[in-house]
T-cell receptor, first 113, second 108 residues
Framework: DVKVTQSSRYLVKRTGEKVFLECVQD?????MFWYRQDPGLGLRLIYF???????EKGDIPEGYSVSREKKERFSLILESASTNQTSMYLC????????????FGAGTRLSVL | RKEVEQDPGPFNVPEGATVAFNCTYS??????FFWYRQDCRKEPKLLMS???SGNEDGRFTAQLNRASQYISLLIRDSKLSDSATYLC?????????FGSGTRLSIRP
């Protein structure tokens, strides 16, 4: 079974803090994704990566950056957290970049106060 | 217009009923289609792929209508455990787009 593990289920941070969300997958997938999910807006793609050290902007990259130093790990970074970044963050991996079959982590619910 | 649209629901149906919902997409060049299920406070999980000829998996039937640009999901003999949000996914070129989901609630 594919396993995608996110480092935290719940996080509470203060405005202006730097926040790291970590994601690890164990299936040797090339592609990894970061989404945020908000009520009524569905899943929105923040960034994705199709190889180590490669990254591509998604639909809403502003205020975020990512790091992929190893194939199995994809990190999302909020350089200076703001209240409008309070959301559910979901990491996913897939075998190919256009593969609609994605495997998700359990999500991190981030609250920025 | 959103690239992928779903009726948000909620659909509230009695146990044992048949329920169906659609997902429309705007890009006629879309290539592949999927239904995901997301339980409350959990991550989305793949329910089934949608093939051109339609496909069935137990009580679930998925269909694709390319002419009208929509996919559908039909659930027969619904169970309490079917209560969830159902997300459609459409891919085109290198893009994967999730719908916002349709919430389904099955009542005893």
């Amino acid at each position: 079974d594919v396993k995608v593990t996110q480092s935290s289920r719940y996080l509470v941070k203060r405005t202006g803090e730097k926040v790291f969300l970590e994601c690890v997958q164990d299936m040797d997938h090339e592609n990894m994704f970061w989404y945020r999910q908000d009520p009524g807006l569905g899943l929105r793609l923040i960034y994705f990566s199709y190889d180590v050290k490669m990254k591509e902007k998604g639909d809403i990259p502003e205020g975020y950056s990512v790091s992929r130093e190893k194939k199995e790990r994809f990190s999302l970074i909020l350089e200076s957290a703001s209240t409008n970044q309070t959301s559910m963050y979901l990491c996913a991996s897939s075998a190919t970049s256009s593969d609609g079959i994605q495997y998700f982590g359990a999500g991190t619910r981030l609250s920025v106060l | 217009r959103k690239e992928v649209e779903q009726d948000p629901g909620p659909f509230n149906v009695p146990e044992g009923a048949t329920v169906a919902f659609n997902c429309t997409y705007s890009n006629s060049a879309s290539q592949s289609f999927f239904w995901y299920r997301q339980d409350c406070r959990k991550e989305p999980k793949l329910l089934m792929s949608v093939y051109s000829s339609g496909n069935e998996d137990g009580r679930f039937t998925a269909q694709l209508n390319r002419a009208s640009q929509y996919i559908s999901l039909l659930i027969r003999d619904s169970k309490l455990s079917d209560s969830a949000t159902y997300l459609c996914v459409v891919t085109s070129a290198s893009k994967i787009i999730f719908g916002s989901g349709t919430r389904l609630s099955i009542r005893p």
